[in-house]
């Protein structure tokens, strides 16, 4: 199964009335992701929300048996570099990425690592 990279499409959303209005910066940052992506082996997922709302916007890399990661603090600029990472991720048996590994948008950004079930 290929790696998976989830996007927050709630993150950095305007609210009128109890109501989302516009296009979210997670959506901007979604759309910008698969027109990049192009024919790779990742999937790219929206979801609504990673519970990391005060790090909008914000990415998660997951594949089965592998390390799972959350990043923050993201926008559409850096999408070739949330991408580069991914690919990385898809390259390694357990899903562990090093520090030197990570492209610079991705090295002060992470917010979790969680261990493979
Ligand atoms: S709104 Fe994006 S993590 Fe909660």
């Not at 609210?15 to 910066?25: A, E, H, M, R």
């Not at 698969?34 to 997951?62: D, Q, Y």
Request: glycine letters at 8%; one cysteine or more.
């Amino acid at each position: 199964m290929s790696t998976i990279v989830y996007v927050c499409t709630t993150c950095a959303s305007t609210w009128q009335n109890g109501k989302k209005v516009g296009t979210s910066g997670g959506e901007i940052l979604l759309a910008t992701l698969e027109a990049e992506n192009g024919t790779t082996n990742l999937t790219i997922k929206p979801v609504n929300c990673m519970s990391a709302c005060s790090h909008a916007c914000c990415v998660a890399f997951a594949a089965p048996g592998k390390y799972s990661y959350i990043f923050g603090d993201l926008h559409p600029e850096v999408a070739g570099d949330i991408l580069d990472c991914a690919r990385t991720y898809d390259t390694k048996t357990d899903g562990m990425i090093g520090w030197n590994e990570r492209p610079e948008a991705l090295k002060k950004t992470l917010i979790a690592r969680l261990p493979a079930l």
